[in-house]
């Protein structure tokens, strides 16, 4: 009798424990991720940068009020500026380590130094680098592939992705014996490994959202089941609040440092019940405080406090025109600049330099050799290469090949000028090219002055491969250095190089009506209808001024209602909104 009170007793605790924790109301955990990319090695502060001994604080403040919190990095991080390139990356990654980042990827750039460098970075540092999708000769991971992270009990799984454009990108050398597998079916191998390990999915992507790119996050979203969220780069893409797609929520901060992404992830009982994502923009962190222990690591390796890079070089009294999305899409002074020295040091029929390759402007004043280098990181020699007319037109029709987007691979011209019409197929946009003022002879060679990535097929200029090289000169600060000092910047000056034209539609000739008599009718009155909201797709060869003008209307004002963050970059097929009036 006792045995079997006992074991009534026994039943009734174990039910008792039971019905007491299902009856509890289970607490949603918040997860914070604090997330950047394109950094290129920014990594002081300045009116326009947020700079890493903020970001630091902001994440120690973030940490604090939630310690359910994770730092991301989407890649091209470990090269960029002098700062970072006199250490081939290892400044880049002490100061991710400091400032609290717990992984990373790979975007292209991070192989500029050469893969042998990289993995030497990978193994010196304390930040974990994912990606899933670079395998190496023998079909094995180059890199970790995914992490998974237990953070308030929600467990995290991570997987990193790096752009198939890469072996273009970078310099081929950098990439030998390497595969960039398809990130979407890489994509769907890791949704399926983690799917039962993990309770949130994170693809943490050097992709983008340009056109011009082979693979896109807006793809990867839509052609994978089961990504809760892909903190992307590559595309230099700001995105406010996010962008979803088939219910996966795709979040870039631009560039540079300029905004701090942060994403909110609510979990209840292991499933994602919400997300959110917003930027801190520059200007909202006047009042940070910098971390000075990290504040003071950056003052003590930055080279502007080598006497060599504060040496005067040349002074400009115009503006010269870097800016990212002008030098990827149409001529430019600082492009012309920089081709019309490239020529003038090798003697060549024709130089070219792709807009991927300049990486700041200059304002008014003074330029110094840090500034140089800071416009030319990447220490590329020019080569000389003789090649047929066929191949110089082919090298034009890829340069223009996915305008407007703006492409890396878009060439900035001396010694040549040339028009193109968007409207055209691919490979048949180039209308005219002429070489030293005579129209271009196919079946001729030509001396071309290029860097020696494109010289070795980079930026997708294949062709350019197989001609054994002619000569080979200095880099492009020294050669810009010299020009500067000897022509200043007399004749850089936008001149119609670049030339894009829009395609005519002959309107049919009006046909006039026979003229009949109506019948008087009496007309019945008639509301008139509201005016609606009109929308105009983009065709080949628009402009947003004069879309603007044909409904009444300003650039800056339709720029404004359509949210375009770059007025003078629109694209075929984009729906523009025109309000009513």
Known sequence: MKRVLSLVLVVLLILSSFSFAFGQDAETVKITIIHTNDTHSRLEGSDSVIGFAKIATLIKEAKEANPNTLVLDAGDTLHGMPIVNISKGENAIKVLEAAGYNYMTLGNHDFNYGQERLLELKDMSKVGMLSANIVDENGDYLFTPYAIEEVGGVKVGIFGLSTPDTVIVTHPKNVEGLTFKDPIEVSKEMVKELEDKADVIIALAHLGLDESSTITSKALAQGVEGIDLIIDGHSHTILEAGQLENDTLIVQTKN?????????????????????????????????????????????????????????????????????????????????????????????????????????????????????????????????????GQDLKAMLEWSVSDYPAAKGAFLQVSGLEFSFDPAKEVGSKVVEVKVGGEPLDLTKEYTVAVNDFMADGGDGYEMLADYKVEALYGTYEEIVIDYLATNGTAGSEVSGRIKVLETVVEEPEPVEPEPVEPEPVEPEPVEPEPAEEVIYIVVPGDVLWKIAEKYGFTYQELAEYNKIANPHLIFPEQAIKIPSK
């Open 256 to 388: 540079y440092g300029e905004n701090l992404g942060y994403v909110d992830i609510e979990v209840l009982n292991g499933e994602v019940t919400g997300i959110s994502a917003r930027l801190l923009p520059v200007a909202d962190t006047a009042d940070v405080v910098p971390d000075p222990d990290l504040a003071a690591y950056i003052e003590s390796i930055n080279p502007k406090n080598d006497p060599a890079f504060q040496v005067v070089v040349a002074s400009t009294d115009v503006y010269l025109d870097g800016v990212r999305e002008n030098v990827r899409t149409k001529e430019t002074n600082l492009g012309n600049l920089s081709a019309d020295a490239a020529r003038t040091a090798t003697g060549a029929d024709v130089a070219f330099v792709n807009g991927g390759g300049i990486r700041e402007d200059v304002p008014v004043g003074d330029i110094t050799k840090g500034k140089i280098a800071a416009i030319f990181p990447f220490g590329n020699l020019i080569v000389v290469k003789k090649i047929t």
